[in-house]
Structure formats: C-alpha cells, structure tokens
C-alpha cells in the first residue's frame, strides 16, 4: 500500500475511500483510541473503506453447484433422514464458499434442493419467509397452500407466500426433489421472523389438477372484481405451458421482424403479481430466460444478487472471468456487482430468482451493461435492475 505524503492512500491504489493514516505510534493518540474503545465508540476514519467501498464489495463469491453432485446427495439424504414434524422439510441448502458456516447461497438468498419420497408427507407450517419452489422434474407432489391442493409438475413455479400455510403430500411412486427459494438470509437480518406450526399433515389430500386459486386467478388480463390486491400474487401457480409459450412467442417475433426480446436471440419473462402488476412475491424477482443455440448475451452486472438453475439445454456461464459450463439442474449463485454473461450451446432455458424488489424499494439499483460487437464494445449504466 503507498500513502501520500498528506496521510492518504491513492484511490487507484486500493479501490477503495482514502482512509486517513496518523501516526498510530503516537501515545496520544493510542490514548483517544483507548478511550473510543471504552466508551463503545469506533472512528469513521478508521473503517471507512470497509464501509463505504467505491464498488460493492459482497463477501459471497461467484459459484455453481452442480445437479449431478447435488442429486446422488439428496437421494442418500432420503435413505438416511426423515421428513416430519421438527426438522420440518427435507431440504438442503446451497451454502455459498464465501460465507463460511451459514446455509446461504447469496447475502439475501437461500436455495435449497428439497427431496420428498413416495408416500410422504412434509407437514403444514407457515413463517415471515416468502417461499417459491421450482421444479425440475418429477411428478405426484400436491403442495397445499392456505388449504388449498396445488400440483407440482416439471417447470412450474409455485408460490408459499409470507405467513401462507403450507404443506406438501406425495401420492406418486418416484421420489421427487425441486429447488425451493427463499428469503430466509433477509428475514434473519432483519429480526423479523416468526413461524407457526400447523397439523402434522396437510388439511387437503386431494389431487385436483387445477386448484381453486388458479380457477379464481389464472386468466391472463383477466381480474377478478371482487377480490382485493394483496402484496404477494394470490395466484400459486404459474405453469410451465404458459411460461413456454409465452418464451416462444417472443423468439417467433423477434423472427418476424418484431421488439419482444430482451436482446438478439434471448427471451425472458418475469413471474408477476396478476393483482397488482409487482412481483409475484414482495421481496423475490423469479425469472425465466430462454437463449436460442449459439446466443451470448452481454455482460451485465447488477446491485443485488441471484440464483440461476438451467431448466433444459447446455451452455456457459462466465462470472467476472471464469468460465464454466453449465447442463439442466445446476445452480449458479451471482453475487453483487458480479459480472455476469451466458451462452447457450444448445437451446437454454433458465429459471433465475433474485432480490431485486429490495433493491429497487431502497433506491438502489444499478445495472451495468456491456455489449460487444466484433468491432465495439458499449458500456452503459442504469438506475434499475431491469436487463
Ligand atoms: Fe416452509
């Protein structure tokens, strides 16, 4: 480290707020800092750059975890461990490298790989944390949300909203695991958790394949008068035929010559709130992105965090400069200000859920986009964490 001859250390030096350096050999000055210490009391001076870094600085690192790890893992987790009332859920959680010791896959995300055997059964509770489960494959799971039966099948977004009882029964003969989602990082934060436990089982063992708040909800453009706006989507289920055809539609008109897209090659859609237009759930954005074969797209980075899962197809994944591929099941943890870009080797759809909304209702969003082309590359910055 150089400092100046003024007692500050050269911006460039550190990439970081200059920090005044005095004479720490000074007993006068060990005394005041005796007497901070004493009294509870730290000097500005002292930890700005930890602070007040130039850039965000996250202690969670870039990471992917891979679905043929994860599976045999979760698989043996349903030999040995069973599902019932304490432990709650079978779940396992992404725990980020660079935060050592706590099940988190980012600051304010948790994601988790939930595992559910034939016959089982994972019992009603409800809790502050905001829920959603998305999943990847397998069949025969009703989650009962609120009493109310909802059927988990291969693509589908399923919301448990804050304090929404919730429960999940087995009727099938395969196990069945899916990524469940959470803001269980930001909750324990904000010491603003409560949980409740409900019956041992689930109220409702029925298996209908539509559920009452899809009958009442799911007509796009389509509200119902009589019931009110609430801050979460009253609409727990957001199907995958629907989420498809929307992605196709997008590529079909980009193919045509129409906008649509969110840039050359690449469609997205971002699960909403049918009451309100905000986001499905009040403190998670939930996403899926479709990139055709052989599409990159730019590089962005964004305030706030994010959890990717590929769906179908292969491809990479380059955060700040590493590159990895990626195939269906794997997870991709984004921390703050990391620079992100995707590839695509074959078509590649992606599930993606992040904390943008906290962001934005706190002022403080920015996205950094570079694109590149073989003869430019443009960087531009914005006050959103929109893409
Ligand atoms: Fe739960």
């Known amino acids: 480290m150089t400092t100046d001859a003024d007692g500050t250390t050269p911006a460039t030096a550190t990439a970081s707020v200059p920090v005044i350096a005095p004479d720490e050999t000074d007993p006068d000055l060990r005394k005041l800092y005796d007497g901070f210490a004493a009294a509870g009391l730290i000097p500005l001076w002292t930890e700005i750059g930890d602070l007040m870094p130039l850039t965000p600085r996250p202690g969670a690192v870039p990471h992917v975890w891979q679905w043929d790890t994860l599976l045999p893992l979760a698989r043996r987790s349903g030999d040995l461990v069973p599902v019932g009332r304490g432990g709650e859920r079978r779940a396992i959680a ?36 905001g829920a959603f489960r998305f999943i990847l494959e397998g069949e025969g799971v009703w989650t009962v949300v609120n009493g109310d039966a909802v059927e988990m099948r291969p693509g589908d977004l399923l919301l448990t909203p804050s304090m929404h009882w919730h429960g999940h029964h087995h009727v099938g003969d395969e196990p069945m695991v899916w990524l469940d989602g959470l803001d269980i990082p930001l909750v324990h934060r904000l010491d603003a958790g409560f949980f409740e436990f409900g019956e041992d089982g689930v109220s409702d063992r029925s298996t209908p394949s539509r559920s009452r708040n899809e009958r009442l909800w799911g007509h796009p453009g389509l509200r119902p008068i009589a019931a009110p706006d609430t801050p979460n989507s009253p609409l727990m289920a957001y199907r995958w035929a629907d989420t498809d055809d929307a992605l196709t539609a997008q590529l079909e008109l980009e193919d045509e010559g129409h906008p649509g897209v969110i840039e050359p090659g690449r469609a997205g859609i971002r699960f909403t709130n049918p009451a309100t237009g905000r986001d499905a759930l009040a403190s998670l954005r939930t996403e899926m992105h479709r ?18 899962q590929v769906f179908r197809g292969n491809g990479t994944v380059t955060l700040d400069d590493r590159v990895i591929e990626v195939a269906a099941g794997d997870l991709i943890a984004v921390p703050s200000w990391c620079a992100l870009t995707i590839a695509a080797d074959t078509r590649l759809d992606l599930f993606t859920f992040n904390d943008a909304p906290l962001y934005e209702a706190l002022n403080l969003a920015r996205t950094e986009t570079t694109t590149r082309t073989e003869t430019t590359t443009r960087t531009e910055t914005t006050g959103s964490t929109t893409a």
């Open 94 to 129: 992404l725990a980020n490298p660079g935060l050592p010791g706590r099940p988190y896959a980012t600051p304010n995300l948790w994601a988790a790989i939930q595992y559910l055997g034939p016959r089982e059964v994972a019992p009603a509770h409800r809790h502050s944390q």
């Open 291 to 308: 990139l055709r074969p052989g599409t990159t797209t730019a590089t962005r980075r964004t305030v706030g965090s994010s959890v990717w």
